[in-house]
Protein backbone atom coordinates (compact mmCIF):
# COMPACT_ATOMS: atom_id res chain seq x y z
CA UNK A 1 0.00 0.00 0.00
CA UNK A 2 1.36 3.46 -0.90
CA UNK A 3 1.93 5.38 2.49
CA UNK A 4 0.32 8.47 3.15
CA UNK A 5 3.45 10.49 5.14
CA UNK A 6 6.70 10.60 3.97
CA UNK A 7 10.31 10.73 5.62
CA UNK A 8 12.00 13.80 4.85
CA UNK A 9 15.89 14.55 5.28
CA UNK A 10 15.53 16.00 8.52
CA UNK A 11 13.93 13.11 9.55
CA UNK A 12 10.46 13.88 10.42
CA UNK A 13 7.23 12.43 8.82
CA UNK A 14 5.39 15.08 6.35
CA UNK A 15 2.00 14.57 5.07
CA UNK A 16 1.95 13.93 1.44
CA UNK A 17 -0.96 14.97 -0.02
CA UNK A 18 -0.48 18.68 1.92
CA UNK A 19 3.24 18.41 0.85
CA UNK A 20 2.17 18.01 -2.98
CA UNK A 21 0.00 21.08 -2.46
CA UNK A 22 2.42 23.03 -1.36
CA UNK A 23 5.00 21.78 -3.91
CA UNK A 24 3.03 23.89 -6.87
CA UNK A 25 4.62 27.36 -5.10
CA UNK A 26 7.78 27.40 -7.16
CA UNK A 27 9.38 29.09 -4.02
CA UNK A 28 8.18 26.19 -1.47
CA UNK A 29 9.74 23.68 -4.17
CA UNK A 30 13.11 25.37 -5.04
CA UNK A 31 13.52 26.85 -1.45
CA UNK A 32 12.68 24.78 1.71
CA UNK A 33 11.80 21.47 -0.03
CA UNK A 34 15.23 21.24 -1.57
CA UNK A 35 17.01 21.15 1.85
CA UNK A 36 14.70 18.42 2.74
CA UNK A 37 14.58 16.29 -0.17
CA UNK A 38 16.76 15.24 -3.12
CA UNK A 39 16.35 15.87 -6.70
CA UNK A 40 18.36 15.07 -10.35
CA UNK A 41 19.67 18.19 -10.05
CA UNK A 42 21.27 18.19 -6.51
CA UNK A 43 22.16 14.67 -7.15
CA UNK A 44 24.00 16.03 -9.79
CA UNK A 45 25.79 18.40 -7.96
CA UNK A 46 26.62 15.42 -5.48
CA UNK A 47 28.30 13.66 -8.45
CA UNK A 48 29.83 16.64 -9.23
CA UNK A 49 31.35 17.29 -5.86
CA UNK A 50 29.88 16.48 -2.28
CA UNK A 51 31.00 19.93 -1.94
CA UNK A 52 29.20 21.53 -4.30
CA UNK A 53 26.35 19.80 -3.18
CA UNK A 54 26.87 20.98 0.48
CA UNK A 55 27.34 24.69 -0.23
CA UNK A 56 24.54 25.44 -2.67
CA UNK A 57 22.19 23.42 -0.60
CA UNK A 58 23.01 25.55 2.51
CA UNK A 59 23.04 28.65 1.26
CA UNK A 60 21.09 28.34 -1.57
CA UNK A 61 22.36 30.41 -4.64
CA UNK A 62 20.16 30.81 -7.24
CA UNK A 63 23.07 31.35 -10.22
CA UNK A 64 21.21 32.42 -13.69
CA UNK A 65 23.20 32.12 -16.78
CA UNK A 66 21.65 33.37 -20.43
CA UNK A 67 21.36 29.44 -21.11
CA UNK A 68 19.42 28.72 -17.84
CA UNK A 69 17.26 31.77 -18.52
CA UNK A 70 16.46 30.76 -21.72
CA UNK A 71 15.55 27.40 -20.81
CA UNK A 72 12.78 29.05 -18.12
CA UNK A 73 11.40 31.40 -20.25
CA UNK A 74 10.81 28.33 -23.38
CA UNK A 75 9.76 25.97 -20.60
CA UNK A 76 7.04 28.76 -18.92
CA UNK A 77 5.54 29.80 -22.51
CA UNK A 78 4.99 26.59 -23.42
CA UNK A 79 4.33 25.08 -20.21
CA UNK A 80 2.51 27.52 -18.39
CA UNK A 81 1.15 30.15 -20.83
CA UNK A 82 -0.70 31.57 -17.94
CA UNK A 83 2.30 32.60 -15.94
CA UNK A 84 4.04 33.98 -19.00
CA UNK A 85 1.79 36.28 -19.66
CA UNK A 86 3.08 37.74 -16.25
CA UNK A 87 6.53 38.11 -17.11
CA UNK A 88 7.47 41.69 -17.60
CA UNK A 89 9.95 42.16 -20.19
CA UNK A 90 11.74 45.66 -20.30
CA UNK A 91 12.40 47.23 -23.67
CA UNK A 92 16.49 47.41 -23.67
CA UNK A 93 18.05 45.02 -25.34
CA UNK A 94 20.70 44.01 -22.48
CA UNK A 95 20.25 43.43 -19.07
CA UNK A 96 23.34 46.29 -18.06
CA UNK A 97 21.39 48.82 -18.48
CA UNK A 98 20.10 51.02 -15.92
CA UNK A 99 16.76 50.80 -17.12
CA UNK A 100 16.94 47.06 -16.64
CA UNK A 101 18.88 47.09 -13.35
CA UNK A 102 15.80 49.30 -11.86
CA UNK A 103 12.98 47.09 -13.35
CA UNK A 104 14.68 44.25 -11.85
CA UNK A 105 14.78 45.50 -8.47
CA UNK A 106 11.40 47.02 -8.69
CA UNK A 107 9.74 43.42 -10.36
CA UNK A 108 12.00 40.86 -8.77
CA UNK A 109 13.17 38.06 -10.59
CA UNK A 110 10.65 37.63 -13.25
CA UNK A 111 12.33 39.89 -15.34
CA UNK A 112 13.65 39.90 -18.73
CA UNK A 113 14.36 41.90 -21.69
CA UNK A 114 12.51 42.56 -24.96
CA UNK A 115 15.35 40.70 -26.72
CA UNK A 116 15.26 37.72 -24.50
CA UNK A 117 11.46 37.57 -25.64
CA UNK A 118 12.40 38.21 -29.50
CA UNK A 119 14.54 35.25 -29.05
CA UNK A 120 12.27 33.02 -26.91
CA UNK A 121 9.52 33.31 -29.05
CA UNK A 122 11.21 32.22 -32.10
CA UNK A 123 11.84 29.12 -30.44
CA UNK A 124 7.73 28.71 -28.98
CA UNK A 125 6.92 29.43 -32.84
CA UNK A 126 9.23 26.78 -34.09
CA UNK A 127 7.87 24.08 -31.32
CA UNK A 128 4.15 24.58 -32.36
CA UNK A 129 4.73 24.28 -36.09
CA UNK A 130 6.27 21.08 -35.68
CA UNK A 131 3.42 17.97 -35.96
CA UNK A 132 5.69 15.80 -33.92
CA UNK A 133 6.27 18.45 -31.25
CA UNK A 134 2.31 19.34 -31.08
CA UNK A 135 1.47 15.60 -30.70
CA UNK A 136 3.68 15.31 -27.85
CA UNK A 137 2.04 18.26 -26.10
CA UNK A 138 -1.26 17.58 -26.13
CA UNK A 139 -3.71 15.90 -24.08
CA UNK A 140 -0.86 15.66 -21.08
CA UNK A 141 -1.20 17.49 -17.49
CA UNK A 142 1.98 20.00 -17.51
CA UNK A 143 4.58 20.55 -14.42
CA UNK A 144 3.17 17.98 -12.77
CA UNK A 145 4.89 17.43 -8.84
CA UNK A 146 5.81 13.97 -7.69
CA UNK A 147 7.28 13.11 -3.93
CA UNK A 148 8.60 9.82 -3.14
CA UNK A 149 11.04 7.37 -1.62
CA UNK A 150 13.75 5.88 -3.69
CA UNK A 151 16.48 3.61 -1.92
CA UNK A 152 15.53 4.76 1.26
CA UNK A 153 16.06 8.52 0.32
CA UNK A 154 13.42 11.25 -0.29
CA UNK A 155 12.97 12.72 -3.55
CA UNK A 156 11.44 15.34 -5.48
CA UNK A 157 10.90 15.90 -8.90
CA UNK A 158 8.08 18.03 -11.65
CA UNK A 159 7.44 16.42 -14.53
CA UNK A 160 7.64 19.01 -17.81
CA UNK A 161 4.57 17.18 -18.96
CA UNK A 162 2.65 14.21 -17.94
CA UNK A 163 0.45 12.17 -20.60
CA UNK A 164 -2.85 11.50 -19.18
CA UNK A 165 -3.27 8.08 -21.91
CA UNK A 166 -0.36 6.26 -20.27
CA UNK A 167 1.38 8.35 -18.33
CA UNK A 168 4.82 9.02 -20.29
CA UNK A 169 6.65 11.86 -19.47
CA UNK A 170 8.20 14.16 -21.97
CA UNK A 171 11.03 16.38 -21.05
CA UNK A 172 11.74 19.98 -22.39
CA UNK A 173 15.18 20.88 -23.56
CA UNK A 174 16.33 23.71 -25.24
CA UNK A 175 19.89 22.58 -26.70
CA UNK A 176 22.36 24.14 -29.40
CA UNK A 177 23.14 21.32 -31.17
CA UNK A 178 20.41 18.79 -30.93
CA UNK A 179 21.33 16.33 -33.87
CA UNK A 180 24.03 15.44 -30.95
CA UNK A 181 21.88 15.10 -28.10
CA UNK A 182 23.35 12.24 -27.18
CA UNK A 183 26.29 13.56 -26.08
CA UNK A 184 24.77 16.51 -23.58
CA UNK A 185 22.27 13.75 -22.16
CA UNK A 186 24.98 11.70 -20.71
CA UNK A 187 27.35 15.12 -20.18
CA UNK A 188 24.41 16.70 -18.25
CA UNK A 189 23.24 13.39 -16.60
CA UNK A 190 19.98 13.42 -18.21
CA UNK A 191 20.34 9.59 -17.61
CA UNK A 192 19.42 10.31 -13.56
CA UNK A 193 16.71 12.49 -14.16
CA UNK A 194 15.19 9.75 -16.24
CA UNK A 195 15.73 7.22 -13.83
CA UNK A 196 14.58 9.06 -10.97
CA UNK A 197 11.42 10.36 -12.55
CA UNK A 198 10.47 6.98 -13.85
CA UNK A 199 10.56 6.04 -10.04
CA UNK A 200 8.50 8.94 -8.79
CA UNK A 201 5.68 8.72 -11.65
CA UNK A 202 5.12 4.79 -11.08
CA UNK A 203 1.59 4.02 -9.64
CA UNK A 204 0.71 0.98 -7.98
CA UNK A 205 -1.02 0.00 -11.53
CA UNK A 206 2.01 1.15 -14.16
CA UNK A 207 5.68 0.83 -13.64
CA UNK A 208 7.38 3.34 -16.12
CA UNK A 209 10.44 1.89 -17.68
CA UNK A 210 12.36 3.31 -20.43
CA UNK A 211 9.80 3.57 -23.12
CA UNK A 212 7.75 5.73 -21.05
CA UNK A 213 10.42 8.80 -20.92
CA UNK A 214 10.51 10.78 -24.21
CA UNK A 215 12.94 14.31 -24.37
CA UNK A 216 11.55 16.71 -26.96
CA UNK A 217 13.94 19.49 -27.74
CA UNK A 218 14.82 22.20 -29.76
CA UNK A 219 17.84 23.23 -30.90
CA UNK A 220 18.43 27.62 -29.85
CA UNK A 221 20.45 28.09 -33.16
CA UNK A 222 18.99 26.42 -35.61
CA UNK A 223 14.99 25.74 -34.73
CA UNK A 224 15.64 21.97 -35.29
CA UNK A 225 12.95 19.53 -33.17
CA UNK A 226 14.10 16.37 -32.02
CA UNK A 227 12.68 13.84 -30.18
CA UNK A 228 14.80 11.30 -28.47
CA UNK A 229 13.00 8.46 -26.95
CA UNK A 230 15.48 6.13 -24.31
CA UNK A 231 16.87 3.00 -24.65
CA UNK A 232 17.08 0.21 -21.58
CA UNK A 233 20.93 0.76 -21.46
CA UNK A 234 20.11 4.62 -21.17
CA UNK A 235 17.72 4.24 -18.20
CA UNK A 236 19.99 1.52 -16.49
CA UNK A 237 22.92 3.88 -16.64
CA UNK A 238 20.92 6.33 -14.90
CA UNK A 239 19.97 3.98 -12.29
CA UNK A 240 23.99 3.27 -11.55
CA UNK A 241 24.25 7.21 -11.37
CA UNK A 242 21.23 7.06 -8.94
CA UNK A 243 23.07 4.58 -6.57
CA UNK A 244 26.22 5.70 -7.05
CA UNK A 245 24.87 9.73 -5.93
CA UNK A 246 22.62 8.29 -2.64
CA UNK A 247 26.09 6.59 -1.68
CA UNK A 248 27.91 9.31 -2.07
CA UNK A 249 25.16 11.59 -0.27
CA UNK A 250 25.07 9.05 3.00
CA UNK A 251 28.96 8.96 2.56
CA UNK A 252 29.63 12.88 2.79
CA UNK A 253 26.76 14.56 4.29
CA UNK A 254 26.34 13.72 7.68
CA UNK A 255 26.62 15.20 11.34
CA UNK A 256 29.91 13.90 11.73
CA UNK A 257 31.67 14.28 8.32
CA UNK A 258 32.84 17.52 7.99
CA UNK A 259 32.54 18.67 4.42
CA UNK A 260 36.28 20.31 4.23
CA UNK A 261 38.05 16.94 4.95
CA UNK A 262 36.77 15.74 1.50
CA UNK A 263 39.52 15.03 -0.63
CA UNK A 264 39.85 12.80 -3.93
CA UNK A 265 42.89 10.51 -3.74
CA UNK A 266 44.77 8.64 -6.69
CA UNK A 267 47.84 7.61 -8.50
CA UNK A 268 48.72 8.69 -11.33
Known sequence: PMSNTIKLLDGKNYDKAELLEKMVDDEFYYGELNKLALSSSSLKLMLDSPKTYYYVTKYAKNETT??????????????????????????????????FKEAKEHFGSEVFTAKERTDNERLVDAMYKNPKAIELLGDCRTEVAAIGTIMGKPFRGKADILKNKGGGIVDLKTTVDVENFSKSAFRYKYTLQAAIYCELFSTPEKQLTHEDFTFLCIDKANLDIGVWKCSEEFLEYGKLELKRGIERYETYIRPDFDINDYTIQGTL
Open 66 to 99: PALRAGHLFHTAILEPEKYEKIKFIDVQSRNTKK
